[in-house]
């Protein structure tokens, strides 16, 4: 199932998407909130007349990096042996179609296509055996990043927890298991042009790793995202630039660059 979130005459509410046609899909309004049992209303509004939301406001977004062998020597940096975990805030969270935002303070921006995890209760210490028990479902996500700040500053706050960095949508996917979620394809499109593509086959530390390494040491909400690392292909957005990520069996999350006002 496909749940997304959106608003529609100043009202916000989840609902599942229905449809294969893009210029056909609906939304059945869902009673209450997905991360508990729900029902479906059965009032169906169509896609063209909502706007779509981020589809979680995540208490936290934990991103892993260097999680791609080959995304790692392009930036000419040493394979992690352990996960490496950074965040991004709540507030550097934008949906499907919200303006990216060039900030002032870097004049190198860089796209990041990665596949996030949804985690779907509250948990900690999550078992492997586990861990497909506490993902709620999958999302697109575009991890931009100020490069030359990265480069400058050793911590990444400001180069990846600004505002407007943290792009998900359009949807979650619920109906992917961890093994299928595993092997998909990523591409990233910017202005129709293909920048990156991969499979998520090709990280080093697979969904199970990441979810055991960081419920080891916090507690994940439900609605919290996981980004799981980009593949090879990073590289510069302009002002004017449409960034599109898309994954096989998810979708396409698209945004646009604009100048910082």
């Not at 352990?82 to 499907?96: E, L, M, R």
């Not at 497909?132 to 030359?148: L, P, Q, S």
Request: glycine share 8%; net charge negative.
């Amino acid at each position: 199932m496909r749940i997304a979130r959106f608003s529609i005459d100043g009202n916000v509410a989840f609902g599942a998407v229905e449809g294969d046609r893009p210029d056909e899909l609906v939304l059945d309004i869902i009673k209450g909130i997905p991360f508990t049992d729900f029902e479906l209303s059965g009032t169906k509004v169509p896609l063209s007349k909502v706007r779509l939301l981020p589809p979680v406001l995540p208490n936290k977004v934990v991103a892993f990096g260097r999680n791609y062998a080959e995304h790692a020597r392009e930036l000419g940096n040493e394979v992690p042996d352990a996960p490496f975990a950074f965040f991004k805030p709540s507030t550097s969270v934008i949906g499907p179609g919200d303006e990216i935002q060039y900030p002032s303070f870097t004049e190198d921006l860089h796209h990041e296509a990665e596949l996030a995890v949804v985690i779907a209760r509250l948990c900690r210490e999550v078992p492997r055996e586990r861990v497909k028990d506490v993902i709620f479902g999958y999302t697109c996500a575009n991890d931009v990043t100020a490069r030359d700040v990265q480069k400058r500053e050793k911590q990444w706050a400001r180069a990846k927890g600004f505002d407007t960095s943290c792009p998900l949508g359009p949807w979650v996917e619920t109906g992917l298991d961890v093994e299928t979620a595993s092997d998909l394809t990523i591409q990233l499109t910017v202005n129709g042009e293909q920048r990156q593509l991969g499979r998520t086959s090709e990280m080093i530390h697979s969904i199970e790793d990441l979810v055991v390494n960081i419920s080891e040491a916090m507690t994940l909400l439900p609605g919290d995202v996981i980004l799981t690392g980009t593949p090879a292909g990073v590289g510069p957005l302009h002002v004017g630039d449409e960034v599109a990520v898309t994954i096989e069996g998810i979708g396409t999350l698209t945004n646009k660059v604009v100048k910082r006002g």
